[in-house]
């Protein structure tokens, strides 16, 4: 089945459910709130007085209408519909500088889209650093004919917690020199963690605080109730800061079923490896015993953790309420076991009925991720340019036929041959530009992801990358530099997966595809929140041409030249 063909027939099979879609229309106000996230107190940004943020349940085919307004004092706001590809509204992706304005303090700004995929997803803040504050909730799009047999579902959104505000962060990060934020205090599932105890004290002899808590206490854990001989869907989704996570069920394997919003062939391990802006879906099926409780574990991979595990409770729907698990938590495989990483990744393949990629690509992309200087302030830097976002959002500069700016010119695209990834740069220097790579529609484009070493020492770290707009095929992973010619005939072109998030591992390459098919402006960057801020992403801007004939709304172009473009057409 060719590439078109299986587009095509997801499009029927959504359109006949959309002939009787629902409109999923929802009020909300965003706003810093007091919260113990972690059993001690902090600021969150909460939706509706909630945190984390609802979750968003609907049907492939239906459309979502959410009316956000923006209740903070000082900052504007933006959120990002992680996973879902926003055919035809471009506008709606959330991500500011890129495909709107942020949205001002008091403000009302309408996201409208449709869900067109079946798939676990969830969504974010994408200004500055308010994913690290909080801004964030579920999103589940449930298949008209679910093609998986369970019997309940849970949702677990993990991530991570500082007692540091951003504010402070995004000023360390900004310094010269630059003031690293550290690790984080605590891990959370499903916004509740503890920081000073631990609900598995009893089982050490480590000397921790046996963890108490009270009725209504937001750092309690949500114990996750089954019942004997089923089986049940967990769906999983990281939005982390920093951390790179494994989850593992004391006594119970996890059958993997989907990843970023696509079905997989179906694999059975016992934990996960999960990165920033990953999805899973796993199955899970229970013991015939009624009265057992089990630790679920989640805990830090890809840097030395200095960060305790995330703990919360599987319960056998008989197991008294004053019980407690017998055996301890599932211990985190080690930090540093890249390999182990890497055959976790290798495990996935499309699942059956998915299409395979095209056998060639039309363009080639290298993009070399490396740590920098611009004045004595760290960066990171693709192709030697630190990604700046100024503030003419640039579905705007597009739309108006601003292409004379600067910051539309697009950095190289090829890697230099002489360049050791194995040490630090040669020459630290970098420049700052807008990161933007334009491309006709309807071609095949292949994106060749390349670590390399920092500014000092020898190390070099995970990066998880994120499109925008698109899933694409992860064609494979290597160590070392990419040689091409020789490494493309390494490549998985039969049944690869499709994701929209992927790792790239230390001093190594990931490779993957994606085809033209979405006219709009999409950001494509490292998911690690503190990257991005220092300027790890570019930009894709594809069917520019179509762009400027779409009717973009004018409340997501009221700044920089864009606004003042709208002020002049509004004198005439």
Request: net charge positive; glycine share 8%; proline share 7%.
């Amino acid at each position: 089945m060719s590439v078109i063909v299986w587009w095509l027939v997801t499009v029927v099979l959504v359109a006949v459910h959309s002939a009787s879609a629902r409109v999923v229309e929802l009020d909300w106000e965003v706003e810093y709130k007091f919260w113990w996230p972690d059993c001690k107190e902090g600021i969150v940004m909460a939706i509706n007085g909630q945190f984390p943020g609802p979750t968003i349940d609907a049907v492939a085919g239906d459309i979502v209408i959410i009316h956000l307004t923006n209740k903070l004092s000082t900052e504007g706001v933006v959120i990002h519909w992680h996973g879902i590809r926003q055919r035809g509204t471009p506008w709606s992706d959330g991500a500011a500088g890129v495909t709107q304005c942020p949205i001002n303090p008091g403000e009302t700004f309408t996201y409208n889209f449709t869900v067109d995929k079946p798939g676990t997803h969830f969504y974010h803040g994408h200004y500055g650093m308010q994913r690290s504050a909080g801004l964030y909730g579920m999103m589940i799009v449930r298949s008209p004919k679910e093609k998986l047999r369970y019997d309940g579902e849970f949702n677990l959104l993990l991530s991570d917690w500082w007692h540091q505000s951003t504010h402070s962060q995004e000023l360390a990060l900004s310094s010269s020199p630059m003031r690293w934020i550290g690790k984080p205090q605590s891990l959370l599932i499903n916004g509740r963690g503890q920081f000073n105890c631990s609900q598995a004290a009893y089982l050490s002899n480590e000397g921790k605080r046996q963890c108490t808590f009270r009725k209504n206490d937001q750092c309690a854990p949500e114990t996750l109730r089954v019942r004997p001989n089923k089986v049940y869907r967990l769906r999983i989704a990281s939005t982390t800061a920093l951390a790179s996570l494994n989850l593992a069920v004391e006594g119970h394997k996890l059958e993997v079923v989907e990843a970023d919003g696509n079905y997989v062939k179906p694999f059975t391990v016992d934990d996960i490896d999960i990165y920033s802006g990953e999805t899973y879906s796993v199955l899970l099926r229970t013991h015939s015993f009624p009265t057992k409780k089990h630790f679920i574990s989640v805990g830090v991979r890809g840097r030395k953790p200095n960060t305790t595990q995330a703990l919360t409770v599987l319960s056998y729907i008989d197991a008294p309420e004053s019980a407690r698990p017998s055996l301890p938590p599932p211990v985190t495989p080690r930090w540093d076991d890249y390999n182990r990483s890497i055959s976790f990744s290798s495990k996935f393949f499309a699942a059956k009925g998915y299409p395979p990629p095209p056998e060639k690509s039309d363009e080639q992309l290298y993009l070399l991720n490396t740590q920098n200087l611009i004045d004595g302030h760290t960066k990171w830097a693709i192709n030697n340019v630190s990604l700046s976002v100024t503030a003419t959002p640039y579905i705007g500069a597009i739309r108006y036929g601003l292409n004379t700016l600067s910051y539309l010119k697009s950095p190289a695209k090829e890697l230099v041959e002489s360049y050791d990834i194995t040490k630090p740069p040669v020459n630290p220097t970098t420049t700052k530009s807008s990161g933007i790579y334009k491309f006709p529609m309807g071609i095949v484009v292949d994106v060749i992801l390349q670590n390399a070493n920092v500014l000092k020492g020898k190390i070099s770290e995970i990066h998880p990358w994120h499109l925008h707009g698109h899933d694409f095929w992860v064609l494979g992973y290597g160590d070392g530099k990419f040689r091409p010619g020789v490494d493309e005939k390494k490549y998985n072109l039969k049944n690869p997966p499709l994701r929209n998030t992927v790792a790239l591992y230390p001093f190594g390459w990931t490779a993957l595809r994606f085809v033209t098919d979405n006219p709009g402006v999409w950001f494509f960057h490292c998911h690690i929140e503190p990257h991005l801020h220092m300027g790890m992403g570019v930009v894709f801007a594809e069917g520019v041409d179509r762009i400027a004939k779409m009717d973009i709304p004018d409340e997501v172009l009221g700044c920089g030249l864009t606004r003042k473009w709208l002020m002049n057409r509004g004198r005439h």
